[in-house]
């Protein structure tokens, strides 16, 4: 599903002959072989002390549902200054509609309960939800009403914080999901990491990076 930037295959990655534990050092990342930089850089929400990891994904996509398994344990594992946060892509149609989902569960202070119940539903129920009906239908198994989620979906804060993702998604020119973004400059997909499961590996390597320009 991911047509990145310039970034090389899978194949090459296997090419270079590079383990997952040698490329958990960030000395042995190549620009344009395992990350890319963004053309521009993103603003950062972390705190001055923190590196900021955001996961960019689409609830429809079948390769983000797999990430999520070995992107919560990585995450899991992290110190307290890797600030990690999850955006949705908007691409329009469902892409669109899943991240008013998002943003209207997080209003709805369901969030943590009800992300990965949206990604099984989706992927193991067959769900679409890609409506309001049935959306708001999903959402009051949640102790919330369907009446507040449909205000909640509504929302002039939900709508805006769809539209902050969408400029940021202009900025990064994003062409797929899933996707990791490292203190808003390095990118790290699939055929950069050479798997779903290297991605967590990867990043965690750009994160030492930075930590490392911090203190230079």
């Known amino acids: 599903m991911f047509k990145p930037l310039r970034i090389l295959q899978s194949a090459v990655f296997a090419m270079a002959g590079l383990s997952l534990a040698t490329l958990a050092s960030a000395d042995n990342l190549v620009e344009g072989q395992h990350y890319e930089k963004l053309p521009e850089p993103i603003e950062t929400r972390a705190g001055e002390d923190q590196v900021e990891v955001t996961e960019v994904f689409w609830y429809g996509c079948p390769h983000c549902y797999n990430l999520e398994e070995p992107l919560n344990a990585w995450v899991a594992e992290q110190p307290d200054d890797v600030a990690f946060n999850r955006m949705p892509a908007t691409m329009g149609g469902d892409w669109n509609t899943h991240a008013v989902m998002f943003y209207a569960a997080e209003e709805l202070g369901i969030l943590e309960q009800a992300h990965p119940d ?3 539903a989706i992927h193991e129920e067959g769900e679409r939800l890609n409506d309001t009906d049935s959306i708001a239908g999903f959402f009051s198994q949640y102790d919330v009403s369907e009446e507040e989620a449909r205000q909640a979906l509504d929302a002039f804060g939900v709508k805006a914080q769809v539209n902050k993702a969408h400029a940021r998604m202009r900025t990064m020119r ?8 490292v203190d ?4 790290v997909t699939p055929s950069s990491a050479g798997s779903l499961e290297n991605m967590p590996q990867v990043a965690g390597a750009l994160v030492e990076r930075v930590r490392q320009e911090r203190t230079n």
Not at 174 to 181: D, E, I, K, T, Y
């Open 174 to 181: 994003l062409m797929g999901v899933p996707a990791l973004v």
């Open 184 to 187: 808003g400059r390095y990118l």
């Open 118 to 120: 949206l990604f099984h």
